[in-house]
């Protein structure tokens, strides 16, 4: 669109933008039943929305983050730890003094191993020699965790992971450290399947409407594709007087705006008409 083409707004430099097949396919739709050549306008819409209230942007990223994690979390896997009676019972305990799982303690003293593995080698041969294991416990952690664990234990022979998990477990217990903040910020954490966005497209934003996505970006700690796709859920889940924020955004100039409505108002009954 340019100043060439009356009645037409004129807008920037196209922006490549990635959604998901679901949400591009929603878009086309409310996109299509305004007009044609629409969706570019939809999306300037929407982001003229967004960047209208951005007191509202954070809490609605953190929100979106947090169910997108939810939906690609990877299910966890179980172990089978072998322990001394004892052992099994000291661990017992320290769950229930935290009033959490043996499996969340688990999963925090693989963090933190894997954070810092330090010398483990001796430490896991003595175990692999240690007797009166009869005790037993499962516990649920993250396929990346047990794939480290079985990487790390095989540098030195075979069957020597649940020894270093042994090792692991112990030093959990010998230095429990701040336990109670690894227990509500590591325990959680899952393996997550990265985000897929196989949709793109490209759309025109004039420098005015692109500058203030960046600076809401990095206001929130987000960047504008982000933002792009925060914004067309909205406008998705909020309509509102689409159609007509729509075509605004594309009819600039008063004087041609009756003429160019009443066109388009014209073809969409037409339309409805062949649909009938």
Known sequence: M?????????VGDP???????????????????????RFGALIRVACRRLV??????????????RLSEVLRAIPLVMLKIKLEP?????????????????SALMRVALHRFEEAPGRYKHP??????????SGRVDVMVNASSRQRIWH?????????????????????LDEPGDLAAD??????????????????IKVHFDDPLRDKLDALAAQVGSERTELVRLAARRVLEQPGL?????????????????????RHARRQARRHAQLD
């Open 2 to 10: 340019t100043e060439s083409k009356p009645g037409r707004i004129p």
């Open 15 to 37: 922006v490549g933008l990635r959604f998901d097949e679901e949400t591009k396919r929603r878009l086309d739709e409310m996109a299509e039943a305004i007009g044609p050549r």
């Open 52 to 65: 209208a209230k951005p007191n509202s942007v954070g809490p609605a990223l953190a929100e979106h983050r």
């Open 86 to 102: 004892e052992t099994a019972l000291e661990v017992a305990a320290l769950a229930a003094e935290h009033d959490t799982t043996v």
């Open 124 to 133: 896991m041969l003595r175990e692999a020699e240690r007797t009166g294991l």
């Open 152 to 172: 790390l234990a095989g540098r030195y022979g075979d069957k020597l992971g649940t020894a270093l998990l042994r090792v692991v477990l112990r030093r959990l």
């Open 183 to 200: 227990l509500e910020t590591i325990a959680p954490l899952r393996d997550l399947r990265p985000e897929n966005y196989p949709a793109t």
């Open 242 to 262: 689409i159609e007509h924020a729509v075509n605004d955004e594309i009819i600039r100039s008063e004087k041609h705006k009756a003429h160019l409505l009443a």
